[in-house]
């Protein structure tokens, strides 16, 4: 049994319970003043994060040679059941995408420089950053058309391009540019990824409204746009047109970062969705003594389930070195759906209320409907996994549920 195995059998509870305390006593009782985005909120959210590295809960997704508290996938998914339930738990324990999976490239493919400038103060909790890939001219399905370049000039790279959803760009120390360095490679080798400080002259950075929410720092969604942005050669991440190979390095584990989360948004809406449809009563008797509403509990949890192991699976997988990539696809578009699906519900059980800011379930709506957009579509999904499950068929053999 590999190692992250004993640990999470043997100790996941005990791993888990510092994080389901911190939360019941800091986050829950602040949550609606954290959604406040005002200098109170900010405020508020610098002692929690101090709080919460002082209680060693810092930065679980990375190992403790890259400065984090991390176990492996297989814990940090179970942990991530606890801090997922709310949406400034990843921020508080600085777990947080787009940072998360920054943190983990730089970790893999920094140079020592880069790591003492850029990671070092990442996972210290002093900076934040963004990662630069998606363009508005540009399918985000098929990032083999971007358009951003880089050309080398006098030892610098001088970057010209317009991208958006850049999450966290506001107030972000840098961000990780994907721009074409080989115009001439094959499509899959034509990108590289080159760190660039966010106040480098000729950047210009716009948050923009998301489902009706503007955001502030951590939260916004930005447009981007490199105007001439000059930086040394030396912030090239990696090798030259080492682009998609570390953004699938980075992509893979990101999407499973976020399923990770969302079981905790999942588990969250369901537990809401249960008290609901006993406390309230119509037509004579309690919710929960409706059919429908029974068969929506029913139908939950045995997605909720579903979930749960899919992502174990996947999180043991990449534990054991396996790049696990039609297991996260699988989960990535299964998840998206349970997820949207299962806050739906519980927002139907909870009637108006639960279109009103006195339940989380409306602001958990608007963010889980992204889910089946970013970090690639469920067509995109279910394209990888046919494709790869056909292959396996093509070639004589079969694809083993294992």
């Known amino acids: 049994m590999a190692i992250a195995d004993t640990l999470v ?15 019941d006593a800091h986050l829950y009782p602040n949550e609606a003043a954290l959604a406040r985005e005002d200098d109170e909120a900010a405020a508020l959210l610098t002692e929690l994060r101090a709080r919460a590295k002082a209680d060693g809960l810092w ?3 990375l190992p403790p040679d890259a400065g984090g508290t991390g176990r492996g996938f297989l814990a940090y998914a179970h942990l991530n059941e606890e801090i997922g339930r709310c949406v400034w738990g990843q921020l508080v324990f600085n777990c947080q995408a787009p940072d998360a999976g920054n943190g983990e490239i730089l970790h893999l493919f920094g140079t020592d420089e880069q790591k003492e400038r850029f990671l070092a103060p990442l996972v210290a909790g002093e900076t934040r950053s963004f990662f630069s890939m998606t363009e508005p001219d540009v399918s985000g399905a098929d990032p083999t058309g971007l358009e951003t370049t880089a050309v080398l000039d006098r030892g610098e790279w001088v970057i010209d391009g317009h991208k958006w959803f850049s999450s966290g760009a506001e107030g972000a120390g840098f961000g990780i540019v994907m721009a074409v360095t080989e115009p001439d490679a094959e499509p899959h080798r034509r990108m590289s990824q ?5 106040d480098a002259p000729g950047i210009e950075i ?3 409204a998301v489902m009706g929410h503007l955001g502030r720092g951590w939260s916004t969604h930005c447009d981007v746009t490199y105007s001439g942005v000059r930086v040394p050669v030396a912030n090239l991440l990696g090798d030259r047109g080492d682009g998609f190979r570390i953004a699938q390095k980075r992509l893979g584990p990101g999407r499973i970062h976020h399923v990770m ?3 905790g948004q999942m588990q969250r809406a369901f537990e809401l ?7 309230r009563e119509a037509f004579g008797s309690p919710l929960a003594d409706k059919q ?4 929506w509990i029913a139908d939950s949890a045995a997605d909720i389930q579903a979930c749960r192991l899919l992502t174990l699976d996947a999180a043991h997988k990449i534990d054991r070195g396996d790049e696990a990539r039609v297991e996260i696809s699988l989960v990535k578009f299964f998840a998206a759906r349970v997820l949207n699906e299962v806050i739906d519900r519980a927002i139907q059980v909870h009637g108006g209320l639960g279109l009103t800011d006195r339940t989380p379930l409306a602001a958990m709506w608007a963010m889980a409907r992204g889910g089946r957009i970013y970090d690639g579509p469920d067509e995109v999904h279910r394209m990888v996994v046919s494709r790869r499950i056909l292959r396996e068929f093509a070639a004589g053999g079969i694809y083993r549920f294992s």
């Open 261 to 263: 989360r969302w079981l």
């Open 59 to 61: 930065a679980p997704h």
């Open 292 to 295: 429908t509403v029974q068969n």
């Open 194 to 198: 080159i760190i660039v400080p966010a």
């Open 273 to 279: 969705m249960c008290s609901r449809a006993l406390e």
């Open 9 to 23: 059998v043997g100790e996941i509870d005990g791993v888990r319970a510092p994080y389901r305390a911190f939360m």
């Open 206 to 208: 716009e948050p923009v």
